[in-house]
């Protein structure tokens, strides 16, 4: 016991975060993971990162509980009181601790403490974690979910930033309190399985299952093994219907969201065996998107490649039948379909980050490095206004007006046109509340140890991390205006001389490559779509440059559209913007409006989409520390010609069918701007093509 104390203080003293607990490798019989994630607080961000997580510091991350009080508030049940009792205080506790932890805040820190210690204070005997079940029903409140207070699901979040408090303090009563809970749950289960309260639970168990192997890998406790297959097994069955082929006819509708809520543990194999992903309605978008990474999950239990190609499979039907070219697919909240005009939820995008970041560690697979950055650096910037106090419900690809109004949006009668104006309340409140976990959990995985003693930085930003290597302390200062700029520059920073390996991925993107050491180019084979392994003695001050060539590039979308891609960034239709603030008096309260302040109807011209590199001119703009992700503080243009479709106009408040298999038109040629995706609010980004 004295001997793991000085080690903990050891690490503490070089400001390594925690307990080796926090980076240890999967225990026998659990499959050895090539990554392992690193002490929260271990990766700080620089530059226009570091921006970006102050910014949520002094918006809705930071101050929530003030603005959101009836729901964050000292009412809430994961605080003792005789409020909301369900998913919303563990959503945001579950971005605001890992914000608080790597920006170091004291203030923040003091928001998470009170939700930690009740939590941990208010364990019930038999293991029991959270809101106490009420003796008595409870008188609705609009706007407040008191109940089910017993859910599964809303722990299971809970159980992440317990993870995340583990790793940022090492503080021991984390590991009491999950071994007493997952006993409970070992206990529980066969009777109460994890949709007894409502089906969230069996289609979002691997948030539960994850936590479970890690705590195993601390405590080696074999129970757990036993708990990872029963909640496996009581988890919606996503590897079966992932592998599935796509049906011929569709014979009914109770297999599809939301008629098949009601298919529970044990699961009704007739309409499983109906389900396939490319079916409007196979599934709840926030489902999805949890869901996908259960396959690669309990993959590390059973090692069958077979969950792995179930889920490639899953990505590659969803992009065919729902994808669209910020990397997400419309769901609205059940899947909607391919058209660029369909909504995206934004817990959809940052459940799918973590899902995808979950993976990679496990897999080492760059298709989902390369999936993270297409989410991060494109759908995530543009769903949160630049001072991170209003957010949007639903974003889509296409989306040239932001008004109080219906479109063609499942979603769309319950909240009363709201669906995606910027605002608090705005759509659905779960957004408010959960969106706060993408920004600090892509910091956190910028990162890595890896299994064979190194280091890796498979995702690239700014940033600076403090590693072990050979049981010496380290650390690398990533200098980038990544993923706006393709040069990234590394410095090592040691003590002493140290051989290890540096793990470096190359996007599949990016042909012709280089990477240079102290100046000089590096004999190692770089390939696209690869992990580079550069194993050598490092030296205090040696210097890394990666560069990742950025050029032109187009892809196909629904309707015959095409997008226009460079590096990891989309690019979209410049469109002024109007901002108006509204207050109807109603629930939604204040909330932002955009419109169109310059014309959006217009078509790219085909020899442009034939001929990228010359169709298109690249023009830099300076940074000057200005916010990148706005209109003005656009990074990167691109210049084109197009022409107007004066038949393409507004369809039901969105822009409407894509018109196709244009021939050459009289109007002319009108040069247009395109600029990162992340970058708009309003746009066009799968653009019709003028033959």
């Keep these: 016991m004295k001997t793991k104390q000085v080690i903990c203080f050891i690490l503490l003293a070089f400001g390594l975060g925690v307990a080796s607990e926090a980076q240890v490798q999967n225990r026998s019989p659990l499959r050895p993971n090539p990554y392992l994630e690193l002490p929260l607080g271990n990766i700080q961000a620089k530059g226009w990162l570091a921006d970006q997580l102050n910014r949520m510091k002094a918006g809705l991350t930071g101050h929530l509980d003030a603005r959101y009080p009836q729901v964050i508030g000292s009412r809430n049940g994961w605080l003792g009181g005789d409020g909301d009792a369900w998913e919303r205080g563990p959503y945001w506790v579950d971005g605001l601790l890992p914000l608080a932890y790597i920006l170091k805040d004291q203030a923040l820190i003091n928001k998470v403490k009170p939700w930690i210690e009740w939590t941990l204070n208010n364990q019930r005997e038999d293991g029991y974690l959270g809101p106490k079940p009420l003796a008595e029903k409870p008188e609705p409140e609009p706007g407040i979910q008191k109940e089910p207070v017993e859910d599964w699901w809303p722990r299971m979040v809970m159980l992440k930033v317990l993870q995340q408090y583990y790793s940022a303090t090492g503080d021991k009563r984390v590991i009491e309190a999950l071994t007493k809970y997952f006993k409970y749950q070992l206990q529980e289960l066969p009777q109460h399985p994890l949709d007894q309260w409502s089906f969230w639970g069996n289609r979002r168990g691997a948030d539960n299952l994850m936590v479970v192997y890690w705590l195993y890998n601390v405590t080696g406790e074999n129970f757990l093994l036993d708990l990872g297959n029963l909640i496996y097994q009581q988890t919606f069955p996503y590897t079966k219907v992932f592998s599935g082929a796509y049906g011929t006819k569709q014979d009914g509708i109770e297999h599809l969201y939301p008629y098949n809520t009601g298919n529970t543990y044990p699961f009704k194999q007739a309409l499983i065996d109906k389900l396939h992903v490319g079916q409007l309605q196979s599934f709840h978008c926030v489902n999805l998107a949890q869901g996908i990474k259960t396959p690669v999950i309990y993959y590390q239990q059973h090692p069958d490649s077979t969950y792995i190609e179930a889920v490639k499979k899953a990505f590659n039907d969803i992009a065919i039948f729902h994808g669209q070219a910020q990397g997400m697919y419309g769901g609205d909240e059940p899947l909607h379909g391919n058209a660029p005009t369909q909504g995206i939820e934004f817990c959809s995008v940052v459940e799918m980050l973590f899902s995808l970041e979950s993976m990679l560690t496990i897999t080492g697979d760059t298709e989902f490095a390369d999936r993270i950055e297409k989410i991060a650096y494109n759908a995530m910037p543009t769903q949160a206004t630049d001072d991170f106090n209003y957010r949007q419900y639903f974003q889509s690809a296409n989306q040239v007006m932001i008004s109080r109004a219906k479109r063609n949006f499942f979603e769309d009668d319950g909240h009363q046109g709201t669906d995606q104006c910027y605002g608090l309340l705005t759509g659905y409140p779960c957004c408010t509340a959960n969106m706060h976990q993408g920004w600090p959990k892509l910091v956190q995985n910028l990162w890595y140890q890896t299994a064979d003693g190194g280091v890796a930085a498979l995702l690239y930003g700014p940033s600076h991390v403090k590693a072990q290597v050979n049981g010496q302390p380290i650390e690398i200062s990533e200098d980038t205006y990544y993923p706006f700029d393709e040069r990234i520059h590394f410095t090592i920073h040691s003590k002493k001389d140290l051989s290890f390996p540096f793990h470096l991925r190359i996007p599949h993107w990016a042909k012709n490559a280089q990477i240079k050491i102290n100046g000089e180019l590096s004999n190692e084979e770089v390939k696209p779509g690869s992990i580079v392994k550069i194993s050598r003695l490092w030296k205090n001050g040696d210097q890394i440059t990666l560069v990742l060539p950025m050029q032109i590039?187009?892809?196909?979308?629904?309707?015959?559209?095409?997008?226009?891609?460079?590096?990891?960034?989309?690019?979209?239709?410049?469109?002024?913007?109007?901002?108006?603030?509204?207050?109807?008096?109603?629930?939604?309260?204040?909330?932002l409006e955009v419109h169109p302040k310059s014309d959006w109807n217009f078509g790219l011209l085909s020899k442009t989409i034939a001929d990228p590199q010359s169709g298109f001119e690249v023009i830099k703009n300076k940074a000057n520390g200005q916010y990148p992700w706005n209109l003005s503080g656009a990074p990167i243009i691109l210049q084109t010609k197009a022409k107007k479709i004066p038949e393409w106009k507004l369809y039901k408040n969105m822009a409407g069918p894509l018109p196709h298999q244009f021939t050459e038109a009289a109007e002319e040629e009108i040069p247009i701007t395109l600029i990162p995706y992340g970058c708009t609010t309003l746009r066009i980004t799968q653009f019709p093509v003028i033959n």
């Design 553 to 591: 590039e187009t892809s196909r979308w629904a309707e015959l559209s095409v997008a226009v891609e460079r590096g990891p960034l989309v690019y979209a239709l410049k469109i002024d913007e109007d901002w108006r603030k509204v207050n109807d008096g109603d629930y939604f309260g204040d909330y």
